[in-house]
């Protein structure tokens, strides 16, 4: 039981750490904003548009996205 | 005999004989029930608890009678705990003995 | 009862034990009828002369569970539960009894209504808090045991929420988010199972603990 709760420990630490690398290697997280802004999630959710797992109307400079409002 | 103090002794019994000579379970039980009124089932248990603290040690012998059996033997921790558990009776029962005066 | 009964009748009281200990125990008892037999005794006089398996069996486990980390699961959450029923149930009997041991005691004619109702009332607010204290220990037992399951299976969600996004064979950009979402995933599982796991010792503390108060309130109502 001890075992198993260091195991457990260790993997929570470790897959935190790699989840955080690629999080910040994405691009998700805006480095010049400090945070995660519109303009950097965007791309997420058009994709998960595309694959249609959710259908989030978001607004965006492009034309040619789908699901997407134009900005103006 | 009461139940409490049965259970207090019967350690110091089953380590003192073991003591004397390593034994198989069914000869251990025979010789303490023999002297003490305990139903023998509730012995094994004590072996199988003084085994998990390290006082005893378990070991398989052929017999000429048979299978091979399992042996109890003490260990140096066995050996100490024996002692400590005889003066603590030797003291305990020479208190007694002056209140019961 | 014969050989085959009493070992039987020993392992089933044995649930709950390792199962080292549990064949141990058996083997121990297998090997003194063998030899028994050899010796010539009868299976029935063995038997009789082992005694009752059930109190073999009680005996046995006070014995080799003292200090043990057993963590079998299934029992571990009957018994825990068992013993808060228990210890209530003894708690209210208790109760019982002292509310007519001391109804016995006031043969005081003149203070008889008032003294009884008096004793009564403090014995039932006793009673009142129990009862309440009971239902707050299950409850906070229940929450938490619910929060880790919850992190468990959003752990689990997530990981396989960016394992499809994976799957889709996205950018760059998907791909780095649903990696992260992977292992992010893994860790709120683990942290889910290391919240289960806590919860349950937490549970045990609070179990203990409030049979220690119920043990206290008992000393205060003789009074």
């Known amino acids: 039981m001890k ?70 | 005999m009461d139940t ?84 603590e009776w030797k003291e305990f029962t020479k208190k007694v003995n002056e209140i019961l005066k | 009862m014969n050989k085959k009964e009493f070992l039987e009748k020993l392992e089933r009281n044995l649930k709950g034990l390792s199962k080292e200990d549990t064949k141990e125990i058996l083997d121990d008892y297998k090997e003194h009828f063998k030899v028994g037999l ?18 073999i069996a009680l005996e046995t486990k006070k014995e080799l569970m003292g200090d043990k980390e057993n963590f079998d699961f299934p029992s571990s959450i009957m018994r825990f539960f068992f013993d808060i029923g228990r210890v209530s149930k003894k708690a209210w009997k208790k109760i019982k009894g002292d509310v007519s041991h001391a109804q016995k005691k006031f043969k005081d004619r003149k203070n008889r209504n008032y003294r009884r109702w008096k004793i009564f009332g403090l014995v039932s607010l006793n009673i009142l808090v129990m009862i309440w204290i009971l239902i707050a220990f299950y409850a906070v037992v ?27 064979n996205p950018g760059f950009l998907m791909k780095n988010f649903s990696l992260s979402g992977v ?13 289960t796991i806590g919860s349950f010792y937490s549970g045990k503390g609070l179990s203990w603990l409030v049979k220690k108060y119920m043990q206290s309130t008992k000393r205060w109502t003789r009074k």
Not at chain 1, 43 to 63: A, G, M
Not at chain 2, 58 to 85: D, H, I, W
Request: contains cysteine; hydrophobic residues 40%; aromatic residues 12%.
């Open chain 3, 183 to 195: 292992f992010a995933g893994i860790s709120v599982t683990c942290l889910g199972f290391l919240w």
């Open chain 2, 4 to 87: 409490q103090l049965k259970k207090g002794v019967l350690d110091l019994c089953v380590l003192k004989i073991l003591e004397k000579k390593d034994c198989y379970g069914y000869e251990l039980v025979q010789s303490i029930s023999k002297n003490v009124q305990i139903s023998e089932g509730t012995l094994y248990p004590i072996l199988r608890r003084l085994e998990k603290e390290g006082c005893l040690e378990k070991y398989f012998q052929e017999s000429k009678e048979g299978p091979s059996r399992k042996y109890y033997g003490l260990t140096r921790k066995g050996k100490q705990k024996s002692k400590e558990l005889n003066q």
């Open chain 3, 38 to 55: 050899k010796k010539k005794r009868k299976e029935s006089e063995i038997v009789e002369s082992l005694g009752n398996p059930k109190e």
């Open chain 3, 142 to 168: 229940f929450s938490l045991i619910v929060v880790g399951f919850s992190l468990i299976l959003s752990g689990l969600a997530a990981i396989a929420f960016s394992i499809f996004i994976l799957s889709n």
């Open chain 1, 3 to 72: 075992k198993l709760m260091i195991i457990l420990t260790i993997l929570f630490f470790l897959s935190s750490m790699i989840s955080a690398f690629f999080f910040f290697n994405s691009g998700v997280f805006d480095f010049n904003a400090g945070h995660v802004t519109n303009d950097s999630i965007t791309p997420v959710i058009q994709n998960l548009n595309q694959i249609r797992f959710i259908n989030i109307k978001i607004p965006v400079d492009s034309e040619e996205c789908f699901n997407c409002i134009p900005k103006n």
